[in-house]
């Protein structure tokens, strides 16, 4: 039994997987009174793990080769037997298994990196300011809870294909356009 302050599913899943199966491994079967908290969505991805996007596949299954045995299967069924005879037969169906997730693995991060630069180049063609233009520069320093992070306007003097040189009351700055947002006369 552990203290919580409430009731829900990321406070019980937090516990169940940081303290429980941390401490004493993970149950063949975990029976609930099916209730809210044990059928969330945020309580199967804790117990089941989460697949990236980048990757199609779990963490588990990328540095181990398998599911860790945390996964919903165990909850309805029994472990499977052994699927090899001996050890040179499960280390080659380790070695295919893990060549053929990589592979894909490869194939994922080549489409999500493809994707990146596509979204990453439509931002730079939508950002190019005209020398003469105004905008806002973003200051990190600013506390945004507090007020506005955007300060300006600001003038373009001179430009490149990623940085712009600015000036604000008699003061000029290099900076990236990343940290410029147009502005918009209200």
Not at 136 to 149: T, V
Request: glycine share 4%; charged share 30%.
């Amino acid at each position: 039994m552990y203290p919580i302050p409430h009731k829900n599913a990321d406070i019980i899943a937090e516990k169940l997987v940081h303290e429980f199966i941390a401490g004493f491994g993970a149950p063949l079967e975990i029976h609930a009174d099916q209730g809210r908290n044990f059928e969330s969505q945020l309580f199967a991805e804790q117990l089941i793990g989460v697949v990236y996007p980048a990757t199609g596949h779990t963490p588990n299954l990328m540095m181990l080769g398998r599911e860790i045995n945390i996964s919903s299967s165990i909850l309805f069924r029994f472990p499977k037997e052994k699927e090899y005879d001996n050890e040179d037969q499960y280390i080659t169906r380790l070695r295919a298994k893990m060549m053929e997730v990589y592979s894909i693995a490869r194939d994922h991060l080549k489409s999500y990196a493809e994707r990146q630069k596509r979204d990453n180049d439509t931002r730079i063609f939508q950002s190019q300011y005209e020398v003469g233009s105004l905008f806002y520069k973003f200051d990190k320093n600013i506390n945004k809870k507090l007020k506005s992070p955007w300060v300006g306007p600001y003038k373009v003097t001179k430009k490149s294909p990623v940085v712009y040189e600015i000036s604000h009351k008699n003061k000029t700055e290099i900076i990236h356009f990343d940290r410029l947002k147009p502005c918009t006369s209200d």
